[in-house]
């Protein structure tokens, strides 16, 4: 490996925890439909649209939030989880960048 392609690959190791969130297919549904709604949703909504148990909206939930593709507010009794994807979109952009400066030099 090159010096050049040093940084680039531990990129590729820093999104590796966003690229496993968004391989599976209900945290996708989860945030589609979270972009859908921007003032968010509770889980019992979500899990209503998205045909799976409360405790699977929960698990799918969290793994969202620790990669910061979601956060929520709390109002009145119940967590409304709304869709925050800057962080991730941007990590993952600027992945693509290095690869395309990259590409584009050889």
Known sequence: MSQQTEPILQQFKECIPLLDVLTDENRQAIIMLLAQHKSGLN???IA??????????????????????????????????V?????????????????EAHCTKS
């Open 48 to 81: 209503d649209q998205i045909n799976l148990s409360r405790p699977a909206i929960s698990h799918h939930l969290k793994v969202l939030r620790l990669s910061g593709f979601v956060s929520f507010e709390k109002k009145s009794v119940e967590n409304y989880y």
């Open 83 to 99: 869709l925050t994807v800057s962080k991730p979109l941007e990590q993952l952009k600027t992945l693509i960048a290095a690869i």
């Open 43 to 45: 889980v019992n909504t």
